[in-house]
């Protein structure tokens, strides 16, 4: 079982290790967290309105920073200081936007933390007997009845 | 018809009140009175139902017929619409909608009220709780957002429908989004009821099945429809923005999911009733949440919600629903101890519990994407939107892990999974998704996709594999619970596993909806192999995008009543052969001052999209955006086998075929043991 585990794993991992990045990638990868902002409501790189006033200027200095400079995140905050913090719709990792990334991590953890109470406490607690009289049919028929639910048979 | 319309209202009004004050008058007092009281009260909320079904039909009439001297006709509608479009006015704006909501859940009601006689008590204190939501949407749209508004003066013609709506799918789209979100009332009356009542037993939760499955298999099918008309109608070449719109309708969808899979905790084991309880509250509480978040302007989404004055009484509804809700949780908790004790974590339970923690973290998550403009408006002054490529990063994980859960889940068995089945059961489907994803790794190696240089394409690698393992375990479930009828009933397996579903018909019937999922997000990791190109074409000038060719043959113009229009004929070749002509088109209407709206010409196969669109003609050519979305017919046929298989959980189990033993031995064996022979079925 370890070994079809470990078999499983390693590829997963492998994968998700590796990583290596051109300039065609991250200027699509860039392009897609920066919003067009002549108020069309797209994203730079999917806005498709014919004479928009700003996405030409907008992709072509996306090209010039994705080439100048080889920091991802150098180019968003370029754009966050020459169009304005909404044109970029990936928050930041650092200040007050990195809260948007914690908020969703802290909400699974302390979830997770609440299902292993819950399971803590479920083991821990003796299972309730159900009331009723204690002749051997009903008991047997309430057995039958709960193999029947529990095996779905 | 205005009149009449406005008359109905009131009446509905009266009514709804009388079903709910006269309701809990009956639930306070418990004696013969009570009980005639109880029926005056279901007669007249059904009675309410007929009284907004008219008030609907006038509002149809009225757009039908033009009749401009109705603010909402006059403001939503014009001489040249299409009947059909006429008749989808009712939802198209503010206050029609709110009328489709009351229309909705008084139709719910009727059905409820119709069916008292399966539990009349619990029927009569679920009906009392749905007139009070009644009440509250009555209110609404007789007070606050009037459909039947008068103009003060004669205007001859409408300033028409959004043209964005005007697309068959938006005549069904929102009735289905909104058959969804109004059917979570129903189990959350009975959940509240229930809880009022201190109702002992799981009895509620069979009564809601159904009504829950239903409202839950149409928000399924809503937000699919709504995905498909954003990606044939908006010209973006995508289906889902994380835009709030969007975001508002997921997050009921999830809490509902995760509902339907705790409720089943409840029925077999007596376990996770706070959770339910609450889960059917969440849910509805949120259906809520969107309709005030959307509707008062507290976030800011492309699609056409004016911003209004009705979000402070969405508020309200929120915070007294939560303070009922609270208040009977708190008097009544004791009533919702756990039956039984989780016995091992390696169980079907714990299974649950785990798909519920990720479907509700996935829930926060998108709830806090759409927060957070509010939140960054309030902390930096700024609206901050947070697009695709945030959701992307926190949801695809998320959906991953989800997927491997659905995989894995069905093989643990309840109470405790012993480790040989563990290693019996997973053999098959683990082998399997490993040879799938080793084969795509050397296919898309050799075909020169470098995949681990994008991390969208790692992650449609892991959904193909997670996809498979969840198709193996199906099909191993399928197999395994076939082949043990075919040998006890000497059968063939196809047989076998045709008597197996009808056995469970719910159990297979999700197995096939969690298929219908895995296709669906096939057709999502199809996204990160999409391509586009974008090219002015003169005539008989050509662009190539993959293996097509796209040859403008001419474009032409149309005017008529409604809209005027711009459109190129595309020759598309395919490896140099002749395969089809596209007209990608654009239309500006006329009755909404000009507004431009791409029609996206598309040819469609199970292996891939050529989507193309008309993006104007700035220098008198038209200006061609052509992509290729691969996979992308998977996910609207996943929706068709999500319906099939939600129908096929709705449809009741047969008997099981039980061995024939002589009655004789049967009594004879039993009394042996000291048991009564009244426990013999015959």
């Known amino acids: 079982m370890k070994r079809l585990m470990r078999i499983l794993v390693l590829p997963f991992a492998l994968v998700l290790l590796m990583g290596a990045d051109n300039q065609e990638a991250r200027y699509q990868n860039i392009g897609g967290k920066i919003m067009c902002t002549c108020g069309c409501a797209q994203m730079l790189l999917k806005c498709n309105h014919v004479g928009c006033p700003n996405s030409a200027q907008m992709i072509k200095e996306l090209r010039t920073n994705v080439n100048q400079t080889s920091n991802d995140e150098e180019v968003l905050n370029w754009f966050r200081k020459n169009w304005g913090i909404t044109a970029v719709v990936e928050p930041s990792t650092h200040g007050f936007e990195l809260l948007a990334w914690l908020l969703p991590i802290a909400g699974m953890g302390i979830g997770l933390l609440l299902v292993l109470l819950v399971i803590r406490s479920w083991r821990l607690r003796p299972a309730t007997v159900a009331a009723g009289d204690m002749n051997l049919a009903p008991e047997l028929e309430a057995m039958r009845d709960r193999a029947r639910r529990e095996t779905e048979i | ?682």
């Not at chain 2, 009332?185 to 009895?203: D, H, N, Q, T, W």
């Not at chain 2, 076998?496 to 019937?509: D, F, H, T």
């Not at chain 2, 000009?594 to 891939?608: D, F, K, M, R």
């Not at chain 2, 319906?643 to 033993?661: D, R, S, Y």
């Open chain 2, 1 to 682: 018809m205005p009149l009449l319309g406005n008359f109905c209202l009131l009446f509905a009004l009266a009514l709804a009140i009388y079903c709910f004050v006269v309701g809990v008058i009956a639930a306070v007092s418990k004696n013969a009175v009570g009980y005639r009281l109880a029926e005056t009260a279901r007669r007249a909320g059904m009675a309410s139902f007929v009284a907004v079904l008219l008030a609907a039909v006038a509002l149809v009439y009225s757009a039908l017929t033009d009749d401009f001297s109705v603010a909402y006709i006059l403001h939503h509608s014009n001489r040249a619409l299409p009947a059909p479009y006429k008749f989808a006015v009712l939802w198209s704006g503010q206050e029609g909608s709110m009328l489709f909501w009351a229309l909705l859940l008084s139709c719910y009601g009727f059905v409820l009220r119709l069916r008292h006689k399966v539990d009349q008590r619990l029927v009569a204190m679920a009906s009392m709780v749905l007139a009070g939501i009644q009440v509250f949407f009555l209110i609404l749209v007789n007070f606050v957002a009037k459909p039947f508004g008068m103009m003060d003066r004669v205007v001859a013609d409408g300033n028409g429908l959004n043209p964005l709506l005007q697309y068959p799918e938006m005549v069904i789209h929102p009735p289905m989004l909104y058959l969804g979100y109004v059917g979570v009332s129903v189990p959350f009356a009975f959940a509240l009821a229930a809880l009022i009542m201190r109702y002992p037993g799981e009895k509620w939760i069979h009564l809601t099945r159904k009504w829950t499955m239903i409202a839950w298999c149409f928000q399924s099918v809503g937000i699919l429809l709504g995905a498909h008309w954003a990606y044939a109608v908006l010209g973006w070449g995508g289906y889902w923005g994380w835009d709030p719109v969007e975001n508002a309708s997921l997050l009921p969808w999830l809490s509902g999911t995760a509902f339907l899979h705790s409720v089943m905790m409840q029925e077999k084991r007596g376990m996770m009733k706070v959770w339910n309880i609450w889960l059917i509250f969440i849910t509805f509480m949120l259906s809520i949440l969107g309709t005030l978040l959307t509707r008062a302007g507290l976030v800011s989404s492309v699609h056409a919600f004016a911003q209004s004055s009705i979000g402070p009484w969405f508020t309200t509804l929120l915070g007294v629903v939560f303070a009922v809700c609270l208040i009977f949780y708190i008097k009544n908790r004791d009533h919702l101890k756990a039956e039984n004790k989780l016995e091992s974590l390696v169980s079907r339970e714990s299974s649950f519990l785990f798909n519920n923690l990720v479907l509700l973290g996935a829930c926060f998550a998108v709830l806090c994407g759409t927060l957070f403009p509010i939140l960054s408006e309030a902390v930096r002054g700024v609206k901050m939107n947070l697009g695709a490529p945030f959701y992307n990063k926190v949801m695809i994980p998320i959906g991953l892990f989800l997927i491997f859960l659905t995989g894995v889940g069905p093989l643990l068995a309840w109470r405790s999974t012993s480790y040989g089945s563990i290693k019996r059961n997973f053999a098959i489907p683990a082998t399997v998704s490993f040879t799938v994803m080793v084969t795509l790794m050397v296919v898309w190696y050799r075909s020169g996709i470098r995949f681990w240089t994008d991390l969208n394409q790692i992650y449609a690698l892991l959904s193909f594999t997670l996809g498979t393992l969840v198709t193996a375990t199906i099909a191993s479930e399928f197999i395994r619970g076939g082949r043990v009828l075919q040998n006890k009933l000497q059968t063939n397996l196809l047989a076998g596993v045709y008597l197996l579903m009808r056995r469970n018909m719910r159990r297979y019937g999700g197995y096939v909806v969690h298929f219908g999922v895995v296709l669906v997000i096939i057709g999502l990791a199809g996204t990160a192999f999409n391509k586009d190109q974008e090219k002015e074409l003169g005539v008989a000038d050509s662009m190539q995008i993959g293996h097509y060719e796209l040859r403008n043959q001419e474009y032409t113009q149309d005017d008529n009543a409604n809209y005027r229009s711009e459109a190129a004929l595309l020759d598309v070749y395919k490896d140099g052969k002749y395969l089809t002509r596209l007209n990608p088109e654009e239309r500006w209407f006329k009755a909404s001052g000009g507004q431009p709206v791409h029609i996206v010409a598309n040819y469609s196969t199970l292996v891939e999209d050529l989507y193309v669109i008309y993006e104007g003609s700035p220098n008198g050519h038209p200006f061609i955006k052509a992509l290729v979305n691969p996979l992308v017919n998977w996910i609207w046929i996943g929706v068709l086998v999500i319906i099939f298989g939600t129908g096929m959980a709705l449809v009741p189990n047969a008997a099981p075929v039980t061995a024939q033993v002589p009655k004789a031995v049967a009594v004879s064996a039993m009394e042996k043991q000291g048991m009564r022979a009244a426990g013999v079925s015959e």
